[in-house]
């Protein structure tokens, strides 16, 4: 079971080809929250995944929200596993998600990471294209390589070594940028 949430489609590819290789279940975290569907039944030995992108140096906030308050039913130490995205700061994100599982006493045992081109609007500095186009022609070789690392259900967590202060720090003071000149129509995925 793959549970994943995509602002403009990067977290979904990955998501929908881990899906497809390893023959699970795709469920949109979006779409649980819109509607209120925390309640999760697990098969036997079903692995649950996280897909997700980077949004100011940590997880997106929607699947910290999700992981809070979701509900395994039949959960029995299942192998758990955590894919990000993101154009190439994550800093913490790792440590957030596995801290975030244990506080609910899920034992999460894979990270993993694809770089993607950037879809941050806001921010001036874009990544060159030459490097957007680099990561996409990477991905689905590192995707492939999650693959069989879920498969074989690795454990392979490494402290990160990037500045904790900077997650938590810079994540909070993002949260205050007010953008003012868009609009939401009914598509929204409600990430906040
Ligand atoms: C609000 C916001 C914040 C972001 N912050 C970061 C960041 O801190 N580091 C980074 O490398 N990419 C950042 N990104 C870029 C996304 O993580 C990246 O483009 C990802 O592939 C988007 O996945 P999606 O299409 O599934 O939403 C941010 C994007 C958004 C919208």
Redesign the pocket.
Known sequence: MIFYF???????YIAKKISEALNERLISIAECVREGKYEVILEKDEKIGFVY?????APADIVIHFIRTVQFINYEHNYMYSVF??????EYTSRIIKETCEKREFEIGGFFKVL?????VTVKKHLPEEKCKKYLAEADDHINEIVKAVQAKTYNYKKEKHSFLLSYGLHKL?ALEKETKFDVGEKCKGCG
């Open positions: 995509s602002g403009t489609g990067n977290s979904y992108p980077v949004h100011a140096c995205n993101c154009a190439g700061t994550y993607m081109p950037g879809n941050y993002a």
